[in-house]
């Protein structure tokens, strides 16, 4: 049997580790030969050398045109072809209204909604001329719940939102896909940093009761990525356990 995504190349950004990483796991699982883009390009490289000859590692600050522009035409090059963009690079600032500086706000809506938008517009002028792609937006169940602490990130996530279903509307006819995922607690270093009280408190709002291991956010992204999800544009998947459904 053919793997399910034998043949086609990807991306990951932020992939070094946490969710990105076990994406780009995934997709090299399925036959995808990968890039793992980080701003942290040591980390990305060993990243990649820990998967084998499917993938590569390379530094990339998703907030710069520059570094996105070099990040696709690379990518093309080492491998011929993008099929796949996951746009999943990402930070926090959280804080309260009365104590989130307006640097903790830019700096988070720059590298989600800046960063996607700079990844879509880069990922979609290769796909377009192949007519086939498919590009995966991590947003966030805070993008559709809010959570307090996180006016910036909220925002951001939801802005995901928002600029999915425009690209998807722009790109349908051009044979590409976007979708976006809405995680909802995942263990990761990201989440690791929340106090043991929040995280507990998170997790008890639950249905399922757990938080979530990021390979079942990276099965979803396999299945987006692949012609299982053929008839699937703007869609925005709630991969939470259950909470905020
Ligand atoms: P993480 O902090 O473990 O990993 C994020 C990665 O992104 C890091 O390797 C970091 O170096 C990289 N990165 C940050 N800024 C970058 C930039 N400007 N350019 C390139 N790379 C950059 O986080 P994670 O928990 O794995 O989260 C991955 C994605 O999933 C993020 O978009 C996050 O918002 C989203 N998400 C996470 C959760 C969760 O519970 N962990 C829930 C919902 C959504």
Same mark, same amino acid.
């Given at each position: ?7 086609r ?5 932020g992939a070094?580790?946490?969710i990105?990483l076990?994406?780009a796991t995934?997709?090299v699982?399925?036959?995808? #030969?990968?890039?793992?883009? %980080?701003?942290?390009?040591d980390?990305? *490289? *060993?990243?990649a ?8 590692g390379? *530094?990339? %600050?998703?907030?710069?045109e520059?570094?996105v522009a ?14 796949v963009?996951?746009?999943n690079?990402?930070i ?7 104590k ?6 830019q700096?988070?809506i720059t590298?989600?909604l800046?960063g ?7 990922a ?7 007519k #086939? ?15 307090p602490g ?8 939801a ?8 690209a ?7 044979g ?5 995922i809405q995680?909802?607690?995942? #263990?990761?270093?990201?989440t ?17 009761? #757990?938080?979530g291991?990021?390979?079942e956010i ?6 987006l990525?692949? %012609?299982?999800?053929s008839?699937m ?10 909470r905020?459904?």
């Open positions: 049997m053919t793997a399910l995504l034998e043949g190349a990807a991306i990951v950004t070094a580790q946490g990105g076990a994406i995934a997709l699982e399925h036959g995808a #030969r990968v890039t793992i883009a %980080d701003l942290d390009g980390k990305a *490289a *060993a990243a050398a820990a998967l084998g000859g499917a993938a590569r390379v *530094a990339c %600050d998703v907030t710069s520059e570094s070099a990040l696709v035409s690379g990518a093309v090059e080492a491998f011929g072809t993008l099929d963009l996951v746009n690079a990402g926090t600032r959280d804080a309260s209204l009365r989130m500086t307006l640097a903790d706000f700096a988070v590298v989600h800046q996607t938008w700079l990844g879509i517009r880069a979609s002028e290769v796909m377009r001329e192949q #086939r792609g498919s590009i995966i937006n991590i947003s966030s169940m805070s993008g559709k719940v809010g959570n996180q006016t910036n990130y909220s925002a951001a996530k802005g995901i939102v928002g600029m999915t279903k425009a998807a509307k722009e790109l349908a006819h051009h590409v896909r976007v979708n976006a995680p909802g607690l995942i #263990r990761t270093p990201m690791e940093a929340m106090s043991p009280e929040a995280y507990a408190a998170t997790e008890a709002t639950i249905p399922m009761r #757990r938080a291991e990021p390979d990276a099965g979803v992204v396999a299945f990525a692949s %012609d299982l999800a008839y544009t703007g869609a925005v998947l709630e991969v939470s356990g259950g905020g459904m």
